[in-house]
């Protein structure tokens, strides 16, 4: 997504042949640094993924508009997990004047969430004050259309960044970067208070049924996803848009992996797939009893199978195999 990567154009083109780790590993902090990085990375894809193949194994939750955005999320943010192996744990500067940067696809899995954060909280907007209308209107496969629409604009301008000279690109990027910043901080803003009155005025007419809770879990749960991808993009947001404003350089850290700002983005990766399950009991049912279940007693199966063949090393005989694998 143009404007979400937040480049800073002030580093000069550095040759960087060989990869360090993100820090040196000489001291007991820089190695929790490390350590840190390196399990954010892998718990953003376990947990997304694992959420990715509950949505795919229940054909309810497929059927919900709501769980496709889920399920986009997930899969950017499965990228995002995998891309700050490389950005992360790395000495990595993932600007345009450096030797080392991803040719703006990594901070484009960023703002693909940004992008599906922001639909589905103006798709349970819109199932809020018009309900009917929105079962007329909003079909699965529109929905789908939909973020097929956004994941296509989001590569689309990682191409246009890409073909373009330098100089086009840096202000075609600080120009969205300065306009969408703004625009959909303050836009997820007034929908989430705007979705929160209208939910509480619209829940508290109707009577007490299955159908009114999950309703008033489903439209609290956006709520919270959006605030707290706010609380962890706001103030790498707002240090860009200061920036512009004051018309000054932006603070440069060594790398991504040491920087604060660009570390919070990638922790609301993984907090958005536990809010999910925290908020959702039929995906988190599905999680459970039919993906992590599942993943646990395959990995039993080849502990057992693994030990057996020790066995069969150290003993010289096997008898036969005690799991079907």
């Known amino acids: 997504m143009s404007g979400l990567g937040g480049i800073n154009h002030s580093a000069p083109l550095k040759s960087q042949p060989a990869l360090s780790t993100v820090v040196p590993l000489n001291s007991f902090g820089n190695v929790l640094l490390f350590l840190f990085n390196v399990t954010l990375a892998s718990a953003i894809v376990v947990v997304n993924f694992s959420v990715l193949l509950a949505i795919m194994v229940n054909r309810s939750l497929r059927g919900e508009n709501r769980f496709m955005y889920m399920l986009s999320t997930c899969c950017s943010d499965i990228c995002s997990g995998v891309s700050y192996y490389y ?107 705007r979705l929160f ?34 609380c962890t993009w706001l103030p790498f947001i707002l240090h860009i848009i200061v920036c512009n404003f004051a018309g000054s350089t932006c603070y440069v850290f060594r790398n991504e992996g040491t ?50 063949l020790l066995h069969h090393g150290v003993n010289g005989s096997l008898s036969e195999p005690p799991l079907a694998l």
Not at 218 to 224: A, D, E, P
Not at 289 to 305: D, F, H, P
Request: hydrophobic share 50%.
């Open 197 to 230: 009155l209208i939910a509480k005025y619209q829940l508290e007419r109707e009577p007490p049924s299955m159908e009114r809770e999950q309703k008033h879990s489903s439209v609290i749960l956006i709520i919270i996803v959006a605030m707290s991808f706010l």
């Open 87 to 193: 950005v992360g744990v790395l000495d990595v500067q993932d600007m345009y004047d450096s030797a080392t940067w991803t040719h703006y696809v990594a901070p484009t899995f960023l703002g693909l969430s940004y992008m599906a954060i922001l639909a589905a909280q103006a798709d349970r907007y819109h199932a809020v004050i018009a309900p009917l209308k929105y079962s007329q209107r909003m079909t699965w496969n529109r929905t789908l259309l939909i973020i097929l629409a956004y994941w296509l604009y989001a590569f689309f301008m990682v191409a246009l960044n890409n073909l373009l000279t330098v100089g086009v690109s840096k202000r075609l990027t600080s120009i969205g970067a300065f306009v969408s910043n703004i625009f959909t901080v303050v836009i997820m803003i007034g929908l989430n208070i």
């Open 259 to 308: 920087d604060p700002l660009r570390i919070l983005p990638r922790v609301n990766a993984l907090v958005t797939p536990l809010l999910y399950i925290r908020g959702c009991m039929v995906l988190r049912s599905t999680l459970l009893t039919k993906v992590w279940k599942l993943c646990c007693g395959t990995w039993r199966q080849l502990m057992a199978y693994s030990l057996e």
